[in-house]
């Protein structure tokens, strides 16, 4: 929570002095970009299933700070989420059974990067940026399964109490810019999100064991900058 609270300050910090900079050093643009989404368990006995396919939009803001440098932000939502097994209590009497859950996450989240690029090479440029990102949860979702016994399926649960409200990540990625004259040009490339924060919430009644999970995912980063 700590490094989260950092991240937000530094962010807002960084969007408040934007205003004061040239606009000339400003480009603004949209993303849309396919993701591959996973959830990576810490908590014993939990054990990842499987991924789940999304998308990513929002806006992008590069501020340039210096000579090919710049200081790009912006807010990104980001669907993801992805599959874990674990046993739950669940019957009457209660009783300890399998549950492979699905979950169908979607977090806004403030990028806080430094983009480093190379001089334009004929109508392209080549880019790396690094940096991290501060999210929120805005939808949780998911879809159990328990294979064992009945064979239930159970759709569209809200799990908001099982998953955390805050998400901080580490950013990389790297790509080339397409320029198509002036100040236009297409972005392309590919992005790892690595999250450094538990998204779970509340102890495994089985176990006794605090639930405890990684999200990450790789996007195609493809976007439109003016």
């Not at 999304?54 to 440098?69: M, R, T």
């Amino acid at each position: 929570m700590k490094k989260f609270a950092i991240l937000v300050l530094v962010s807002l910090w960084g969007l408040s002095n934007a205003a004061a900079i040239d606009s000339q050093n400003i480009r603004m643009g949209v993303k849309a970009s396919p993701t591959i989404s996973w959830i990576r368990p810490e908590t014993r006995d939990y054990r990842n299933t499987g991924v789940r396919i999304g998308y990513s939009y929002g806006l992008i803001a590069d501020i340039k700070i210096a000579e090919n440098y710049a200081f790009s932000t912006g807010f990104n939502i980001t669907m993801m989420g992805g599959h874990l097994e674990y046993e739950v209590l669940r019957g009457n009497p209660q009783t300890a059974q399998l549950m492979v859950r699905r979950y169908h996450l979607q977090f806004v989240e403030i990028p806080l990067t430094v983009k480093m690029h190379t001089q334009e090479i004929g109508f392209i440029t080549y880019y790396a940026q690094i940096g991290f990102g501060a999210g929120m949860r805005i939808r949780a979702k998911s879809r159990d399964h328990y294979p064992e016994g009945e064979n239930v399926h159970y759709f569209n649960d809200d799990i908001a109490a099982d998953v955390n409200l805050l998400r901080g990540a580490l950013i990389i990625g790297g790509g080339i810019k397409y320029s198509f004259g002036g100040r236009v040009s297409l972005l392309g490339g590919i992005t790892f999100n690595n999250g450094f924060s538990n998204i779970l919430k509340g102890t495994n009644a089985v176990t006794g064991r605090q639930a405890s999970a990684i999200q990450n995912y790789v996007e195609l980063t493809i976007g439109l900058m003016f």
